[in-house]
């Protein structure tokens, strides 16, 4: 499979934990982005990177949160002290131009459910 | 006022009838337009790209747009039961091309 991957495919865990998930692009596209969606509601920016170099997060995202992408191919997003708000699909997605055509072609995305 | 608005339906369409998408961005910077159709549980998939004024068409899909308007839209032909999902409508701006602005999505139910 050459598409974008994630995992967990689900994550449960308590509030208050740590939890980690990880992207693997699709191997030749150098911009990865992470995105937050929740039932009913269309996918939300979190953060994108450029190869290895995190360009832009979003306001929205609490210092709870942090995400890299060490040698500019996989990427981890970690959130730290879970809380029930957190609660969400989250999805990561990848490109290989910046340009005004550039399309994003998304993971299956990690389901976390804040108990 | 949200920044990229559509009807969140049900939209319900006969089988071999024609569904029609409707939506609606604020900023005029607006450079690029796609649609995703994303299954229940399932991630967006991409299925129609628009930069510039006018119609593109793609199998049975028909992306429309029109800048002075900022509307944007999307018709499926012969609507068939696959049809059924969730359809995004997502927008980017200048210089910040990956970095889309979504819709709530529109849900399309094709019934036989």
């Known amino acids: ?115 | 006022q949200k920044e990229v608005e559509q009807n969140s339906g049900p939209l319900s369409v006969p089988e071999g009838a024609i569904a029609s998408l409707n939506c609606t961005y604020s900023d005029r910077g607006s450079q690029s337009f796609f649609w995703y159709r994303q299954y229940s549980g399932k991630s967006p998939e991409l299925i129609m790209s628009i930069y510039s004024n006018g119609d593109k068409e793609d199998g049975r899909f028909t992306a429309q747009l029109n800048k002075a308007s900022q509307y944007v839209s999307l018709l499926i032909r012969d609507s068939q039961p696959s049809d059924s999902a969730t359809y995004l409508c997502a927008v980017n701006l200048l210089d910040s091309w990956g970095k889309l602005q979504f819709g709530a999505g529109t849900q399309v139910v094709v019934t036989p």
């Open chain 1, 1 to 115: 499979d050459t598409g974008v991957s994630q995992d967990p495919r689900h994550k449960i865990t308590k509030r208050g934990q740590n939890v980690t998930f990880r992207c693997d692009p699709i191997s030749e596209h150098n911009r990865l982005y992470w995105y937050r969606q929740t039932l009913g509601q269309g996918p939300e920016f979190l953060t994108y990177f450029q190869n290895e170099a995190q360009l832009e997060k979003s306001r929205l995202l609490s210092d709870r949160f942090s995400a890299e992408r060490p040698k500019g191919s996989f990427s981890t997003l970690e959130i730290q002290r879970t809380e029930q708000g957190d609660s969400a699909m989250y999805l990561c997605a990848s490109s290989l131009t910046g340009q005004s055509n550039e399309k994003l072609f998304f993971g299956s995305g990690t389901q976390l459910s804040v108990l």
